[in-house]
């Protein structure tokens, strides 16, 4: 429905989810997180249903799902969290 712009996917610019696909990737492998689950899960069995609705094959893309965690500094590479950390103490 013309007009109706909050129910089509993406067209909510302040979204996080948005903001984070459309960030700009400074290596050609990179991840990009859909979501942040703030609690402990349950033990327990849990099914994942994901679509493909953006084709990937043309330029020999991929897309993998991963589950991680993080910790103080963000990522799994804290060579670079403490340098920005070094740095922006001098």
């Not at 991680?68 to 799994?76: I, L």
Request: glycine letters at 8%; charged letters at 25%; zero cysteines.
């Amino acid at each position: 429905m013309p007009g109706d712009y909050e129910t089509y996917q993406w067209t909510d610019v302040t979204d996080e989810r948005f903001i984070v696909w459309m960030r700009v990737a400074g290596m050609k492998n990179f991840r990009k997180p859909w979501g942040i689950i703030h609690e402990d899960l349950p033990e327990g069995d849990y099914k994942l249903t994901i679509e493909d609705n953006y084709p990937v094959s043309s330029f020999q893309g991929q897309k993998k799902f991963f589950m991680s965690t993080t910790d103080t500094y963000g990522g799994r590479n804290r060579f670079l969290a403490i340098s920005y950390i070094v740095v922006g103490a001098l």
